[in-house]
């Protein structure tokens, strides 16, 4: 199955028999420093740049209404993102997963979307859909 959207995700997720977390790292882009005339005119025409973690949040799948309540809680919070950076993390043998579990999990994301090692990752744009990077 392709995802295309969050909200098909929300609800994949939700379907799953075994309890799960949804991981989430919002991303802003910036111009790297150095950037050449041609990386700056690729950034102000919206592409290009490079991706920096700003905030990540662990959600329960079926506490979470949409994509729309997700952005306006994001936007609420902190700073402009670009897009977001979502995964599920299931539940082990002894059940959910537990809070240093999460924990870790989210450290090790935010530190793969620092690195751009992002391909685990599924990414969304600011308006809910699923996006190709590289």
Same mark, same amino acid.
């Given at each position: 199955?392709?995802?295309? $959207? ?16 949804? =991981?989430?790292?919002? @991303?802003?882009? $910036? =111009? !790297? ?8 005119? =690729? ?8 991706? $920096?973690? %700003? ?8 506490? %979470?209404?949409?994509?729309?309540? %997700? @952005? /306006?809680? /994001?936007?609420?919070?902190?700073? $402009? ?5 979502? #995964? ?7 059940? !959910?997963?537990?809070?240093?579990? *999460?924990? #870790?999990?989210?450290?090790?994301? *935010? ?10 990752? %599924? ?6 859909? /699923?996006?190709?990077?590289?």
């Amino acid at each position: 199955m392709s995802i295309i $959207s969050f909200d098909q995700l929300l609800r994949v997720v939700r379907e799953h028999p075994e309890p799960r977390r949804l =991981l989430l790292v919002f @991303a802003g882009a $910036s =111009l !790297p420093g150095g950037a050449t005339d041609e990386q700056r005119a =690729l950034f102000e025409a919206g592409e290009g740049g490079e991706l $920096s973690p %700003l905030m990540c949040v662990d959600k329960d799948p079926h506490a %979470l209404g949409d994509f729309e309540a %997700l @952005a /306006a809680e /994001a936007q609420a919070l902190g700073p $402009s993102w670009s897009l977001v950076f979502a #995964a599920a993390l299931a539940a082990g043998a002894a059940g !959910p997963p537990t809070v240093s579990q *999460v924990d #870790a999990a989210l450290q090790d994301m *935010v530190q793969s979307v620092h690195r751009g090692d992002i391909g685990r990752f %599924l990414p969304f744009d600011r308006m809910g859909r /699923a996006v190709q990077l590289g």
